[in-house]
């Protein structure tokens, strides 16, 4: 069940969309008991409702999550089915309160590896937190070997295939998707597909995107984006004003190839964010290609090391080039962004207006620096 939203192109007002997204909602019918597996952002709710039409009882209403493009629609879905009682975890109970004002009494938790019996089905719910928010948790149903993920291998792609058909697209997909969502967890992660491994998955059944029937490639990829190591790659976001931060970065980008290192750059003024969060994933080195203006970096700088810091990628080194015309403080400011990142900083490199050639052979020693720590850490 759920709905395809093809027309989104933002999420939390700060999210690209280009391939819309799915809230999937699923019910399981038990010879005794029905439960609904989630539902729908509210302004797709009637879709939910009429997908019901017909579906006699709601025993219960499972919610994974308390986000509301998977929450939002409990109570319309409550008004319909008033017996149904709320299955959840501890954490997600205080927020569904919170969020959606729903009676305390109707809202039951369950412990980690608690059972619900449905008759002839077993669903086994399983804390997995952080899968995005602290409260999350996964429903593992037992006879049919199907594991409902709600977030945890979601991918956003508006399409009407209920499975996955095209393996290239959905891997790109929920890598921007982890990258976006699931990265700055990364350890805790770790610990949830550690978690996962005693149970036999025939199925992952999320609430965005399509149904994997082959699921070992997906939880494959997600243990490579978690714990493997950051490739011989580096990721240069970069804003320029005049064309000298451009001139700077083109030199830069050319002396890295040269030293056979993969480099993605990233107009900041163009480019979309989720790219540059998927390039994340996998960089061994940003460097940040930054302007000054107003005394400190280009504010589309900003945002984005504000958002690298947020989302916590596995970058070992870091550094800053730009050209500026009086003065500032863009490389203190800039550092000062990046608690998060536990990274090894190579000198910045900062010219005073058009670059020279002093300035081509600091960046030639930049590249020789940055080539010679991925050798060193045998980034492939
Ligand atoms: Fe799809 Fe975190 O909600």
Known sequence: MGAVDWDRRLFDALIPLPDGTTYNAYLVEGSEKTVLLDTVDPPKADELLKQLDGVPKIDYIISHHAEQDHSGSIPIVLN??????????????????????????????????EILSLGNKTLKFIHTPWVHWPETMVTYLEENRILFSCDFFGS???????FVTDQGRVYEAAKRYFAEIMMPFR????????????????????????IYDHPEWIMEAYRNWVTGTPKNLVVLPFISMHGSTRQLVDHLVSALVGHGVRV????????????????????ATVVVGAPTVLAGPHPLVAYATLLANALRPRVKYLSIIGSYGWGGKT??????????????????FLCKGVPSEASFIALDKMAATIAQKHKENDFK
């Not at 956003?156 to 209920?162: E, P, S, V």
């Not at 978690?195 to 059944?205: F, G, N, R, S, W």
């Not at 993605?264 to 960089?283: R, S």
């Not at 490389?331 to 000198?347: C, R, S």
């Open 80 to 113: 319909r089915f008033p017996e149904a009682k709320v299955i959840t975890t501890p954490k997600a109970k205080s927020m569904l309160i919170d969020l959606l004002k729903l009676p305390e009494d109707i809202v039951k938790t369950v412990d980690d590896g």
């Open 156 to 162: 956003h792609i508006a399409t009407t295939d209920l």
């Open 187 to 210: 350890n805790i992660i770790e610990k949830n597909l550690d978690k996962l491994k005693e149970y036999d998955i025939q199925m992952i059944a999320p609430s965005h995107g399509q």
């Open 264 to 283: 993605e750059l990233f107009n900041l003024a163009v480019t979309d964010i989720g790219k540059l969060a998927m390039a994340l994933v996998d960089a």
């Open 331 to 348: 490389v203190e400011t800039l550092a000062g962004m990046i608690p998060n990142l536990k990274v090894e900083v190579i000198e910045p």
